[in-house]
């Protein structure tokens, strides 16, 4: 039985925010995004050269271009617009879901691929990336345990830049692809970008449970045309995205299930703890996926999943510590390191603005629109969060305004100054969800037009800027 072509209506909580509030926040992220470009161009020369990006705020360098991508991007790009919409609003949804993560692998891989596929099969082996290290992990056990020591730089055999800044778990992960024959640039990039795809999959799996099918629905193509899908194809942090985005699925699937005192959403627990016990080994900064984890909770009002994913995560960190590993040497190691490098003279008064205009790159207009309607859904009323919650598509609006909140400590910490459009993919992906909010019940052109919006946006980063990683 197939659904009808029109979106339901959206919930009273939803509907109150104006669509001239809708178009201000879109109108405000585009604007951010302009004056990030056009700031640094009225700058002194040495104020543009400790950016350490030429074309701030993204992390590359201006040169307008075409490739072997452009034709398959415009034409995802044109379809998922014209029939995306309608699409979504049918069939079976675990179909709907696996294939939004298939459009989006694909709309990646054309925009990676425009500066040329080579330049996408070598992102991963430089000198100073993840490749690079692999041939000389003979002994795991062996690397684990010197892993801290080795972080600071100047010294014989200080890691490379990506594999000091990162926990083991990234390291680890190519050395495992490599020994079952998995090696190399193109096999890595192939890796990252399937795993980080399969993320669209697991957020609507995780929206579905909290706000209800239709919320999913409506936003599924927006997630098909990530913006971010641009970093999702040339970085390893598209990995730590969909771990990231599968752990807080489970973790929703869990408290949803718990709370109907279905015993199923036990092993869904564990499975939530394992992956986001994993991910603050991919990344340190993802221990800030707590907050969103917090807010998925919540939504489900249930921390009965706790009880599970807690232990679970434990279990990951005293693997570690069992193999020669302390996250927190390692932090205090990625520290010094990283005010050993460029960080130490990169202009905090830029990038503390510069990074949200940079994230703002990777969720679109579409999602600035999405982070005021998930405000607004939020914001004072006379209901208790109780009450609030009993309409659950509620629930979306929380977790996009925790993943907005978990940029805003990263960003005022002063650890994450640029390239942040890669760095937090792991909360833009959900950020990008929220356009669901806001084209709930709209009629099928309105939906079309903040998809065209979108998806203009990160083709005109592809074909402008040549991506660094």
Same mark, same amino acid.
């Given at each position: ?31 951010? =995004?302009?004056?990030? #470009? ?8 040495? #104020? ?97 345990? &010197? ?33 079952? %024959? ?15 795809? &399969? ?34 194809? =040339? ?6 995205? %969909? =771990? ?9 699937? &869990? ?64 693997? #570690? ?48 629109? %999405? ?27 929380? =977790? ?70």
């Amino acid at each position: 039985m197939t659904r009808p072509s029109t979106v339901p209506a959206p919930p009273a909580a939803l509907r109150r925010a104006p669509w001239r509030s809708e178009v201000a926040w879109a109108a405000g992220t585009a604007l951010l =995004v302009a004056a990030a #470009f056009v700031v640094p161009r009225l700058e002194s020369r040495g #104020f543009r050269m400790r950016l350490v990006a030429e074309a701030a705020p993204i992390f590359g360098r201006f040169d307008p271009h075409v490739g072997v991508g452009t034709v398959p991007a415009l034409v995802i790009a044109v379809v998922v617009v014209a029939w995306g919409p309608a699409l979504a609003q049918r069939g079976p949804f675990p179909a709907l879901a696996w294939g939004t993560a298939l459009v989006l692998a694909g709309w990646s891989l054309a925009l990676g691929t425009v500066g040329g596929w080579h330049s996408f099969a070598t992102k991963l082996t430089g000198y100073d990336q993840y490749l690079h290290e692999v041939p000389g992990v003979h002994d795991i056990g062996y690397m684990l345990r &010197s892993f801290a020591r080795r972080i600071p730089d100047y010294q014989p055999d200080s890691w490379t830049v990506h594999v000091s800044g990162h926990p083991p778990g990234a390291l680890l992960t190519f050395v495992w692809l490599d020994r079952i %024959g998995l090696g190399g640039g193109t096999c890595a990039a192939l890796f990252c970008v399937a795993a980080g795809a &399969s993320g669209a999959a697991a957020v609507l799996i995780a929206v579905r449970a909290l706000s209800g099918e239709d919320v999913a629905r409506s936003a599924a193509p927006f997630l098909a045309l990530f913006p971010g899908g641009l970093w999702l194809a =040339v970085s390893a942090d598209a990995y730590f995205a %969909g =771990v990231v985005a599968w752990g807080l699925a489970l973790l929703a699937l &869990s408290g949803v299930a718990l709370h109907r005192g279905d015993r199923r959403g036990w092993a869904a627990a564990v499975g939530a703890g394992v992956l986001l016990g994993w991910a603050v080994y991919l990344n340190y900064g993802l221990v800030l996926v707590g907050i969103p984890a917090l807010a998925v909770l919540a939504a489900t009002r249930s921390a009965r999943p706790l009880l599970a994913a807690v232990p679970a995560a434990l279990a990951v960190t005293a693997a #570690f510590l069992a193999g020669g590993f302390w996250w927190l040497a390692g932090y205090h190691g990625v520290v010094t390191r990283y005010y050993q490098g460029i960080a130490s003279f990169r202009p905090f008064s830029y990038w503390i603005w510069g990074d949200l205009a940079a994230a703002a790159c990777a969720f679109g207009v579409a999602g600035g629109a %999405g982070i005021g309607r998930a405000l607004a859904a939020l914001g004072p009323r006379r209901e208790s969060w109780r009450h609030r919650l009993r309409d659950r598509r509620v629930g979306l609006a929380a =977790v996009v305004c925790a993943s907005v909140a978990a940029m805003l400590v990263a960003d005022v910490s002063a650890l994450s100054k640029a390239e942040v459009e890669r760095i937090w993919l792991p909360f833009t992906l959900w950020v990008t969800c929220g356009a669901g909010l806001v084209v709930i019940g709209r009629p099928r052109p309105t939906v079309s037009a903040w998809l065209a919006a979108s998806a203009a946006g990160a083709l005109l980063i592809a074909h402008l800027i040549r991506i660094y990683q």
